[in-house]
């Protein structure tokens, strides 16, 4: 499902998939995939529902910010942060 964001969207603390992917700029599938590989955070379980907590998802972006403007190596940001190996 194809998420569609308006400018007056505001996102709650904790969001499905498709809504922490969305707020990532990123499809649901690569964002699921990351979170396997642990490139992304782990979601919260409520009363059998996941959530992902938004703060964990900007402290993981700002993350990933840092290391791609302090690296030259041209590797993912992910990769770089969380020394994910393919």
Do not use: H
Request: net charge positive; proline share 2%; charged share 30%.
């Amino acid at each position: 499902m194809a998420v569609k964001l308006r400018d007056t969207l505001i996102y709650a603390r904790g969001m499905r998939a498709d809504y922490a992917a969305a707020y990532l700029g990123m499809g649901k599938t690569k964002f699921l995939e990351l979170v396997d590989k642990g490139a992304m955070p782990r979601p919260v379980v409520i009363d059998g529902i996941k959530v992902w907590d938004r703060l964990d998802l900007d402290a993981t972006f700002d993350a990933a910010k840092e290391a791609t403007e302090e690296s030259q190596s041209g590797r993912n940001s992910f990769d770089t942060i969380l020394k994910v190996v393919k």
